[in-house]
């Protein structure tokens, strides 16, 4: 079965770029989904389709899709960053949602 | 604003059943398929099921084939998942979420989690 792969945890000081990968699986041939959770919250959407952002994401937040990597990119971290983070992507053969396991941003 | 409220939730006993539902306001719940999504304690997001827009197709994670029915009532603008023969292992936060757009599968929003604890 498809599987996304993530680092279980990244860590990175206040003011310098953040990059949360997502691998394994030939992402390049499909949408990728980011999303954050905070302790006790539901999880938020902060990019869509490898590289969108919501209404009401900062633009810190970027994402890219190449060969078999996905990443997020969080620039000029912050404090209020800190959270879990999930890739997520659509697999159509079994009808299937994927995620990856999820990468614990702290942000020293 | 668009809202999703989850009730249901709660302890059950090991092989017995419980009744997620998830209320919808806010957009046109029967134009838009629902999923449902948990998450163990401590642990990462797990797709369990999802419904299209009409009811018509549903697909389930093998880990609930069998056991959990997922459901929606287009008229109460309300998505359920009847879940049975609970075991130890789907003790978990169960979210519904809504899935942004026919054509590309994500969930732009989701709803406050609620809590089923499968303990004897």
């Known amino acids: 079965s498809y599987v996304l792969t993530q680092p279980p945890s990244v860590s990175v000081a206040p003011g310098k770029t953040a990059r949360i990968t997502c691998g394994e699986g030939n992402t390049g041939s499909k949408s990728v989904h980011w999303y954050q959770q905070k302790p006790g919250q539901a999880p938020v959407l902060v990019v869509y389709d490898d590289s969108d952002r919501p209404s009401g994401i900062p633009e810190r937040f970027s994402g890219s899709n190449s060969g078999n990597t996905a990443t997020l990119t969080i620039s000029r971290v912050e404090a209020g960053d800190e959270a879990d983070y999930y890739c997520?992507?659509?697999?159509?053969?079994?009808?299937?949602?994927?995620f990856g396991g999820g990468t614990k941003l702290t942000v020293l | 604003e668009v809202q999703l409220v989850q009730s249901g939730g709660g302890l059950v006993q090991p092989g017995g059943s419980l009744r997620l539902s998830c209320a919808a306001s806010?957009?046109?719940?029967?134009?838009?398929?629902m999923n449902w999504v948990r998450q163990a304690p401590g642990k990462g997001l797990e797709f369990v099921s999802g419904?299209?827009?009409?009811?018509?197709?549903?697909y389930y994670a093998d880990s609930v084939k069998g056991r959990f029915i997922i459901s929606r009532d287009n008229s109460k603008d309300t998505l359920y998942l009847q879940m049975g023969s609970l075991r130890a292992e789907d003790k978990a936060v169960y979210y519904c979420?809504?899935?942004?757009?026919?054509?590309?599968?994500?969930?732009?929003?989701w709803g406050q989690g609620m809590l089923v604890t499968v303990s004897s």
């Open positions: 997520q992507v659509w697999e159509s053969t079994s009808d299937q949602v994927i």
């Open positions: 806010g957009f046109t719940f029967s134009s838009y398929t």
């Open positions: 979420a809504r899935v942004a757009s026919p054509y590309i599968y994500y969930f732009d929003y």
């Open positions: 419904i299209s827009s009409n009811g018509r197709s549903t």
